[in-house]
């Protein structure tokens, strides 16, 4: 049972393009994050979700949009994909100080 | 602001020795420190946790310590093997948002 899944684990699509990555955890619990992951490998949190609210929103462009449907899932949507976009992105959910990562998604724009 | 860093950027070592990979950080009112394994084109894979009233976790071959006072953490690795080489991510808890903030990694390569 994975308790962060992520969908899909790999995207390949055209700039200019809108997409959507899907993060959803079984755990119950109540924060939500979403990392990336540059080409340089640095990890560096995106947003954070308490109870569908917002409670980080780090410098990202205004293409990227969270959005929390139920305490459960946290997806990314990103408007007019750019080059600079490629990254592997790291969904994670934490109870207790405790944060549990979803395996990755990695997202090439060509 | 949480900063996180990490010395050596990439150690090259042979089989059976002993290494340490350092980290420090900038802010001492961390929740805990985790060390976390990355391996090519994989995901996150967390090696050890140490909450912030500890002062080390061992698991295996795998010991961290953490001294908050100084905002140093280790990981220290014993009789390291070829299966050993990825990258070393460690990575604090902090904020009222109980963020992880990682340091850059250190690439380790256990030669054969």
């Known amino acids: 049972d994975t308790a962060v899944s992520?969908?899909?684990?790999?995207?390949?699509?055209?700039?200019?393009?809108?997409?959507?990555?899907?993060?959803?955890q079984n755990l119950g619990h109540d924060t939500m994050y979403w990392y990336k992951q540059d080409s340089k490998k640095f990890l560096k949190i995106m947003f954070s979700y308490n109870n569908k609210e917002l409670i980080i929103n780090e410098t990202v462009p205004n293409r990227f949009s969270p959005k929390s449907p139920d305490k459960a899932h946290l997806n990314l949507h990103i408007n007019s994909l750019e080059l600079g976009d490629s990254a592997v992105y790291f969904c994670a959910s934490s109870y207790r100080n405790t944060i549990y990562f979803g395996e990755g998604s990695w997202l090439t724009v060509v | 602001k949480q900063e996180v860093t990490q010395i050596p950027?990439?150690?090259?070592?042979?089989?059976?020795?002993?290494?340490?990979?350092?980290?420090?950080?900038?802010?001492?009112?961390?929740?805990?420190?985790?060390?976390?394994?990355?391996?090519?084109?994989?995901?996150?894979?967390?090696?050890?946790?140490?909450?912030?009233?500890?002062?080390e976790q061992t698991s295996g071959r795998l010991n961290a310590s953490l001294d908050k006072s100084s905002g140093r953490s280790t990981l220290y690795i014993?009789?390291?093997?070829?299966?050993?080489?990825?990258?070393?991510?460690?990575?604090?808890l902090s904020g009222s948002a109980r963020q992880l903030t990682f340091g850059s990694g250190t690439q380790l390569t256990v030669l054969p």
């Open chain 1, 6 to 24: 992520q969908t899909p684990k790999y995207l390949v699509t055209q700039m200019g393009n809108d997409k959507s990555i899907k993060c959803e």
């Open chain 2, 9 to 55: 950027a990439a150690l090259s070592v042979p089989e059976g020795e002993n290494l340490v990979l350092n980290c420090s950080f900038t802010d001492s009112a961390i929740y805990n420190l985790q060390w976390f394994r990355q391996d090519p084109g994989k995901g996150l894979t967390s090696l050890l946790l140490i909450q912030s009233s500890q002062r």
């Open chain 2, 78 to 92: 014993a009789a390291s093997q070829p299966g050993d080489s990825a990258t070393y991510l460690c990575a604090g």
